[in-house]
């Protein structure tokens, strides 16, 4: 049997309360997510999440290792995740024209088409399973608390 130590900080039951149901709730609602997606659109959520990044990319690509920065993956998870989508036609990898050492991913015509088909599904699952349950001032909490928690756990990277 392990000992315990006294010099932790144990989670009080408010603390307690509030990461629990944040584990259970993000897990929850990225599964309905991707559900409706895939039900709908026949698209993962994580798919959808790699086209809307590339989307918002002014050129429409996105070397591999800041995508998969972007979306807290691992380079091999991001680039088996990119294979399948490039057999779907939503990507394609290229080289990157600025680093010919580097590899970029690109959205395709056919995954710009699937993104603009899927994105009204997806906004609404949002909307109606979490940002319309908050008021403006818990919106406001959460992404402040939010922001600054990725902001720590992306200087522990660095």
Same mark, same amino acid.
């Given at each position: 049997?392990?000992?315990? /130590?006294?010099?932790? *900080?144990?989670?009080?039951? =408010?603390?307690?309360l509030a990461w *629990? /149901?944040?584990?259970?709730? +993000?897990?929850?609602?990225?599964?309905?997510?991707h559900r409706e997606l895939t039900d709908q659109h026949d698209i993962s959520l994580t798919d959808y999440e790699v086209l809307v990044c590339l989307s918002m990319s002014e050129d429409k690509r996105i070397r591999m290792t800041e995508l998969a920065s972007m979306l807290g993956s691992t380079k091999s998870r991001l680039s088996h995740q990119v294979g399948r989508m490039e057999a779907a036609g939503l990507v394609r990898r290229a080289q990157d024209p600025e680093?010919? *050492?580097?590899?970029?991913?690109?959205?395709?015509? !056919?995954?710009?088409r *699937?993104?603009?088909?899927s994105a009204p599904t997806h906004v609404t699952g949002v909307?109606?399973?979490?940002?319309?349950?908050? +008021?403006?001032?818990?919106? =406001? !909490?959460?992404?402040?608390?939010?922001? =600054?928690?990725? !902001?720590?756990? +992306?200087?522990?990277e660095g």
């Open positions: 049997m392990s000992e315990v /130590s006294d010099d932790v *900080r144990w989670l009080s039951e =408010r603390e307690m *629990r /149901s944040y584990v259970v709730a +993000t897990l929850m609602l990225r599964h309905r997510l680093d010919r *050492r580097g590899v970029v991913a690109e959205l395709t015509p !056919a995954g710009e *699937r993104l603009d088909e909307r109606g399973h979490l940002i319309d349950l908050l +008021t403006p001032d818990e919106q =406001r !909490a959460m992404g402040q608390a939010f922001s =600054r928690v990725l !902001a720590h756990l +992306t200087e522990d």
